[in-house]
Structures are given as structure tokens and as C-alpha cells.
Nanobody, 118 residues
């Protein structure tokens, strides 16, 4: 059974940092691209970042480029999102998602809440 479990969310002041983790199990983690997707209150899903399998090439939405860093530890079956210089508009539930090989996702975690507020 595929499981994705996010952690690391919380309340942080503007300009602060958080690191999200996503523990994966039930599939060969290293073989799949992984993504972070977020949903702000009252808004739709927004893709944030992705990391390819194999070469580990990373991709970012313009809204987070230069502030967020995605990484993966295939030995630990864990995906990370380092978030720096956080802004109130980064407030959202953050989900990790397993790539389905077609640009879509076939499994999602339960999400972790990130709130950026003073």
C-alpha cells in the first residue's frame, strides 16, 4: 500500500523558515518523480515544486523560485521542501504527491498546514 506522510508544518512569522518532510512507503521511491502541491484557503491546488527520479532535476513555480528548495533522500524514502523567506501568501496546506509518469499524480499525502503570520 502506497503511503505518503507529510510533517513539519506549523506557524511561522514572515521571513521565517520551515522544512517539510514527506515519508514515502509502499513503492520504489527512487523510481518516481515527486512533487509538492499546495492549497491556500478558499483557492484551488497550486503546484509548487517537483524533483525528477534518477538525475534529480528540480523544478519550481515562479512564486517560490529562489526561496524554496526541493530535495530527496532515496535511502530514507523521504522528500523534503526547505522553505525560506516565507510570506503570508505561502499560507496553505502542503501536500506531497507521487508522479504517475504522465505529468499527473496518483497518490497524495494527507497534507500539512503551513501558516505564515505575525
Amino acid at each position: 500500500e502506497v503511503q505518503l506522510v507529510e510533517s513539519g508544518g506549523g506557524l511561522v512569522q514572515p521571513g521565517g523558515s520551515l522544512r517539510l518532510s514527506c515519508a514515502a512507503s509502499g513503492f520504489t521511491f527512487s523510481s518516481y518523480a515527486m512533487s509538492w502541491v499546495r492549497q491556500a484557503p478558499g483557492k484551488g491546488l497550486e503546484w509548487v515544486s517537483a524533483i525528477d527520479s534518477g538525475d534529480g532535476i528540480t523544478h519550481y513555480a515562479d512564486s517560490v523560485k529562489g526561496r524554496f528548495t526541493i530535495s530527496r533522500d532515496n535511502a530514507k524514502n523521504t522528500l523534503y521542501l526547505q522553505m525560506n523567506s516565507l510570506k503570508p501568501e505561502d499560507t496553505a496546506v502542503y501536500y506531497c504527491a507521487k508522479g504517475a509518469g504522465t505529468g499527473s499524480y496518483d497518490y497524495w499525502g494527507q497534507g500539512t498546514q503551513v501558516t505564515v503570520s505575525s
